[in-house]
């Protein structure tokens, strides 16, 4: 089926409400309104309220009670409507969630996939533009999945449902109508931890995710007419991690750009730097080089303050062919 990224959300949720009954989805409006960005759209009326279940507006009891359904032998999917509203729900998912294997020695496991759309170049401001993966990238028992194409959500997606254990399944709103894609109609999953080169090249690499990747790509395009050959690596998973991927690429160009929208600080560029120059050191030809978002608060809401937080394909090119250069 041909799909962009809304459309395979879409589908994978159909597929798997379908072949498993123990999936309850359950967030605000997905019910009536079938989801802000219609990816429930009938939902309600095909497998009634009691599968999908339209919430109060309280992150914390949509996680919570999600977190009672997984441990009591459902496999609830728990939509919190932007990442920006995640934050009241912050100890369900990293005090109870992230800890139910651990706490009970193994006997209980916590199934629960936790979607939401985040991220910015949607004109959505303060409080519907904010990355929120380095917020917990820091949390073991939690694994974070950020995919950027149709084919990569749907064989993510239908991991995550199948996985024993609680994932963050972060969508950006960027990418959910930017491209269509073939992909196939069978439940096929793609495992999580593994990242995907999208470019092969060998003068440099990039590692991004989500809708970044998409312009890294464009940026890599650009510059292959200048003899300029960039490996473009999109790591899908961010927590777990791929590092074989990532290593395996550097002993082949030598040379490492890390973008991501979230902050430079304390973001999972850090952390990928620090294992480069922990495992692969003398692989270097240049110093690791983070393309980050700027250190501010928030995106603002007008156009001009937006797209000068927003790293564009230009900028990223630019600082391709300056590493190459170095």
Same mark, same amino acid.
């Given at each position: 089926?041909?799909?962009?990224?809304?459309?395979?959300?879409?589908?994978?949720?159909?597929?798997?409400?379908?072949?498993?009954?123990?999936?309850?989805?359950?967030?605000?409006?997905?019910?009536?309104?079938?989801?802000?960005?219609?990816?429930?759209?009938?939902?309600?009326?095909?497998?009634?309220?009691?599968?999908?279940?339209?919430?109060?507006?309280?992150?914390?009891?949509?996680?919570?009670?999600?977190?009672?359904?997984?441990?009591?032998?459902?496999?609830?999917?728990?939509?919190?409507?932007?990442?920006?509203?995640?934050?009241?729900?912050?100890?369900?998912?990293?005090?109870?969630?992230?800890?139910?294997?651990?706490?009970?020695?193994?006997?209980?496991?916590?199934?629960?996939?936790?979607?939401?759309?985040?991220? /910015? @170049?949607?004109?959505?401001?303060?409080?519907?533009?904010?990355?929120? &993966? #380095? +917020? =917990?990238?820091?949390?073991?028992?939690?694994?974070?999945?950020?995919?950027?194409?149709?084919?990569?959500?749907?064989?993510?997606?239908?991991?995550?449902?199948?996985?024993?254990?609680?994932?963050?399944?972060?969508?950006?709103?960027?990418?959910?109508?930017?491209?269509?894609?073939?992909?196939?109609?069978?439940?096929?999953?793609?495992?999580?931890?593994?990242?995907?080169?999208?470019?092969?090249?060998?003068?440099?690499?990039?590692?991004?995710?989500?809708?970044?990747?998409?312009?890294?790509?464009?940026?890599?395009?650009?510059?292959?007419?200048?003899?300029?050959?960039?490996?473009?690596?999109?790591?899908?998973?961010?927590?777990?991690?791929?590092?074989?991927?990532?290593?395996?690429?550097?002993?082949?160009?030598?040379?490492?750009?890390?973008?991501?929208?979230?902050?430079?600080? /304390? @973001?999972?560029?850090?952390?990928?730097?620090?294992?480069?120059?922990? &495992? #692969? +050191? =003398?692989?270097?030809?240049?110093?690791?080089?983070?393309?980050?978002?700027?250190?501010?608060?928030?995106?603002?809401?007008?156009?001009?303050?937006?797209?000068?937080?927003?790293?564009?394909?230009?900028?990223?090119?630019?600082?391709?062919?300056?590493?190459?250069?170095?």
């Amino acid at each position: 089926m041909n799909v962009n990224n809304v459309e395979a959300v879409r589908a994978t949720l159909h597929d798997a409400l379908t072949r498993d009954e123990r999936i309850v989805i359950l967030g605000e409006d997905v019910g009536a309104r079938g989801n802000v960005f219609l990816i429930t759209k009938d939902f309600l009326q095909e497998f009634g309220p009691q599968r999908i279940v339209d919430t109060p507006l309280s992150e914390s009891a949509i996680i919570g009670v999600a977190v009672g359904m997984a441990m009591d032998g459902l496999r609830p999917i728990a939509e919190i409507q932007f990442a920006d509203f995640i934050f009241p729900a912050f100890n369900q998912i990293v005090g109870e969630a992230a800890k139910t294997r651990y706490r009970s020695n193994g006997d209980y496991t916590c199934p629960l996939v936790i979607r939401t759309p985040y991220g /910015g @170049g949607v004109r959505g401001a303060l409080s519907h533009s904010i990355s929120i &993966e #380095a +917020l =917990f990238y820091h949390v073991p028992g939690l694994k974070i999945v950020a995919p950027a194409f149709p084919a990569d959500v749907r064989g993510l997606l239908n991991a995550a449902i199948a996985d024993p254990d609680p994932i963050l399944f972060l969508e950006h709103k960027k990418t959910y109508r930017l491209a269509r894609t073939d992909i196939a109609d069978e439940a096929y999953t793609i495992p999580i931890g593994q990242a995907d080169i999208k470019r092969s090249g060998t003068d440099l690499t990039v590692v991004s995710y989500g809708y970044f990747v998409h312009l890294a790509l464009e940026a890599a395009a650009k510059l292959s007419s200048e003899d300029i050959s960039v490996e473009v690596i999109d790591l899908r998973s961010i927590r777990p991690m791929d590092k074989t991927t990532i290593l395996q690429s550097l002993s082949k160009t030598h040379r490492l750009l890390i973008i991501h929208e979230d902050h430079a600080f /304390g @973001g999972i560029g850090a952390e990928i730097a620090a294992m480069v120059a922990s &495992e #692969a +050191l =003398f692989e270097l030809d240049a110093p690791i080089r983070r393309l980050c978002g700027p250190d501010v608060p928030a995106m603002g809401y007008a156009h001009a303050l937006e797209d000068a937080y927003m790293i564009s394909s230009e900028q990223m090119a630019t600082a391709m062919r300056e590493m190459v250069q170095f």
